[in-house]
Each structure stands twice: as C-alpha cells, then as structure tokens.
C-alpha cells in the first residue's frame, strides 16, 4: 500500500511539472498611446553621447514608405533624445519586413523609459520594434506592432513603474 501512496505522488508530481514546463507564460505587453503634446529638446543635461536605434518595420507593413519618421526618447530625470527625419526614401529606409539602423547623437541619458515615433506622410509605416543601445544605459526594446497614426507622437512612456523589455549586449 506505501509502495502505491509512493507511486501516485511520484506520477503526480511528474504531471504537475510536465504540465508547468510545457505551458508558455503569458507575457503582458504595454501598448503604445498617441501624446497629446510632447515638448523636444527640454533636456537638463548638456552632454553628448552617442546611441544606436534599431527599427525593424513589421512584415506587415506597407511595402515601402516615403513619410516622414522622426524619433525622441529619454529617461525620467528630463534627459531627451531628438532625432528628426530618419526618412530616406531613396535609400530604402523602413521597408517591409526591414531593419534600419542609425547612430543618433544627443545628451547623455540614465535607462530610457520612453520612446515616441512621428510619421507624417499619407502611405503609412508600421513599425515592429525599436531598440535603443547606449553606453551609459541599458538597451531597452520598444514593441509597436501596430500602425503608426499620422500627424502625432506615437509610443510609450513607462518611465513610472513600468517595465520594459530590457537587456545587457
């Protein structure tokens, strides 16, 4: 009888973990939000660093675009990163299923907790992700996935207790 107790927790215990190792976790992913008014440039740090963005544009995406994309992101202490038109139409830049990738000079940030796309134009982008690499700070990954709206800034801002998709290179 001890010998079957002993084989049925043993069969248990296996089933419980087979089932916790096989199941995918769920991962919540925030949302990009339109910004109703974004100030540039309001920066309190007057250093230069350098930083590397990568964009990769969704597959699907429209197949090529000749809006204008500009970029801003920073950290929660008002430091702010400004990158007008990234846009070259004539260079490819932001097609489908693409990843374009840029160094972008501007003040010296702590973590980047935001990150805002513009696009103006009428062909329309979407981007899949954005990811920033920095000396100084981590790299940070932005997922939009979605289209980005014309005429407006466009992203995240989890500078407050929100996470975001982090890692070390």
């Not at 954005?130 to 700070?137: H, S």
Request: hydrophobic share 35%; proline share 5%; glycine share 6%.
């Amino acid at each position: 009888m001890k010998e079957m107790i002993k084989a049925m927790a043993f069969l248990l215990t296996f089933a419980f973990l087979l089932t916790f190792s096989i199941a995918k976790p769920i991962i919540i992913q925030p949302q990009p939000q339109a910004l109703e008014s974004f100030n540039l440039n309001e920066t309190k740090n007057a250093g230069r660093c350098t930083y590397t963005v990568t964009i990769k544009t969704s597959c699907s995406s429209t197949r090529y675009t000749r809006d204008q994309i500009s970029l801003a992101f920073g950290d929660a202490y008002g430091n702010q990163v400004y990158a007008p038109r990234l846009d070259d139409p004539y260079s490819r830049t932001f097609e489908q299923c693409s990843t374009d990738t840029f160094e972008i000079y501007g003040p010296c940030t702590y973590d980047v907790c935001y990150l805002y796309l513009y696009r103006s134009g009428y062909d329309g982008w979407k981007p899949y992700k954005v990811t920033v690499y920095g000396y100084y700070t981590k790299t940070v990954t932005f997922f939009y996935n979605v289209f980005i709206p014309n005429a407006i800034w466009y992203g995240f801002d989890l500078c407050r207790g929100s996470s975001v998709s982090t890692s070390t290179m």
